[in-house]
Every structure is written in structure tokens, then in C-alpha cells.
T-cell receptor, first 112, second 110 residues
Framework: QQQVKQSPQSLIVQKGGISIINCAYE??????FPWYQQFPGKGPALLIAIRPDVSEKKEGRFTISFNKSAKQFSLHIMDSQPGDSATYFCAAHLGGSYIPTFGRGTSLIVHP | NAGVTQTPKFQVLKTGQSMTLQCAQD?????MSWYRQDPGMGLRLIHY???????DQGEVPNGYNVSRSTTEDFPLRLLSAAPSQTSVYFCASTVGNEQFFGPGTRLTVL
């Protein structure tokens, strides 16, 4: 049973467009929600993260929107660039646990 | 700092062979983990360690062994390789809630 459900599995966006990746969770004990970015042939790397006491966090063109009541969070990439083409993983941590539960990933392709 | 290093980068094995995937980190992190990545399956936890001498099983531990004799090293052993173990393997070390991943080992079992 997937504890963190991520969609879509793949996404194609034109340069300059907005990329949106969604994640949903069931366990209300999750208290930290990171997103990881993975380029081909590389390991994932932390991109941005949020705690449930805020509804939005923005870092440059990347924004996490968090809806605690719906148990959903999403990654928005504004003005998407070909260099953003990568696989994105959402994740969730239980309070006090350093091991995240990962979503299955979204392969993003941004066409020039 | 080199961060998290993994060797080898690529490996081809025959069914039944054994091997060790090496992982080392120079950040003095207590927590380390091994994942496998398969298409459409995301990152699945194999084993993890909370410090030297302490290891535990993750989601998919069968067919794999680990040990943690030092803070720096966390090798993953395949006891008798099977085609189902064809995958990309990532080692990670953790501080706080951030995981630092190595570059991965692509393993093919024929």
C-alpha cells in the first residue's frame, strides 16, 4: 500500500510553462515533506521542503503548496526550463524519523 | 568533502554470483541507507543503519546483507545474485531530515 501517492508518472511541458506535480498522503503523523530532484545518471538531491504549519513555500521558481485538510501537497515549477528536465520525488517523514517515505516519482521533460 | 561515494559505477553479474557494493561518506553522518530504484517503482529502502554496529531491514531486504563497522562505510552485499536484483542502487547518508545520495551503481544480473 502506497503511503505517498504521486502523480502524474510523466509530464511534458513547453519551455516557459508551469509544471505541476501532485502528492497525496494518508498518515497524519507525517510532519515534514521534502521534494527531491534527480537528473539522469545522478542521485536524487533535496530541492525544497515544507512543514505542515505553513501552506506555501517558495524558492526561486519552485513552490510547494500544502493543503493539510486534504492531505495533499504539490510542486509548482514556474517558467519551466529545459534544464528542469529530471525526475522529481515527493516524500514524507514521520515525526522523529529520518527515513522518508517516497512517492514513485515523476519524469518531467521540458521542451525548448 | 567528497560527500557520498559509491563503487563500482556499473557491474554485470551472472545469476548466483555474489558481490559487494561499496558506499562511503565523509560527512560524519550517523544515519545511512541503501535504496534500489526501478522504473515506475520509485526508491525502495533495502537496509538502513543508525550508527556503527547497528543495522535494520527496510522494505525490500531479501537477498541483501549489510554491515556497519565504521561511521564512514556501509557496504551492501548480494549473497547470490538473481535477475530480479537488476536495478540502480543508491546509498544515502542523512543529517536532520535531509538525505545525501551517492551517484549510484547500475547492476545487471544475467
Amino acid at each position: 500500500q502506497q503511503q505517498v501517492k504521486q502523480s502524474p508518472q510523466s509530464l511534458i511541458v513547453q519551455k516557459g510553462g508551469i509544471s505541476i506535480i501532485n502528492c497525496a498522503y494518508e498518515n497524519t503523523a507525517f510532519d515534514y515533506f521534502p521534494w527531491y530532484q534527480q537528473f539522469p545518471g545522478k542521485g536524487p538531491a533535496l530541492l525544497i521542503a515544507i512543514r505542515p504549519d505553513v501552506s506555501e513555500k517558495k524558492e526561486g521558481r519552485f513552490t510547494i503548496s500544502f493543503n493539510k485538510s486534504a492531505k495533499q501537497f504539490s510542486l509548482h515549477i514556474m517558467d519551466s526550463q529545459p534544464g528542469d528536465s529530471a525526475t522529481y520525488f515527493c516524500a514524507a517523514h514521520l515525526g522523529g524519523s529520518y527515513i522518508p517515505t517516497f512517492g514513485r516519482g515523476t519524469s518531467l521533460i521540458v521542451h525548448p | 568533502n567528497a560527500g557520498v561515494t559509491q563503487t563500482p559505477k556499473f557491474q554485470v553479474l551472472k545469476t548466483g554470483q555474489s558481490m559487494t557494493l561499496q558506499c562511503a561518506q565523509d560527512m560524519n553522518h550517523e544515519y545511512m541507507s541503501w535504496y534500489r530504484q526501478d522504473p515506475g517503482m520509485g526508491l525502495r529502502l533495502i537496509h538502513y543503519s543508525v550508527g556503527a554496529g547497528i543495522t535494520d531491514q527496510g522494505e525490500v531486504p531479501n537477498g541483501y546483507n549489510v554491515s556497519r563497522s565504521t561511521t564512514e562505510d556501509f557496504p551492501l552485499r548480494l549473497l547470490s545474485a538473481a535477475p530480479s536484483q537488476t536495478s540502480v542502487y543508491f546509498c544515502a547518508s542523512t543529517v536532520g531530515n535531509e538525505q545525501f545520495f551517492g551517484p549510484g551503481t547500475r547492476l545487471t544480473v544475467l
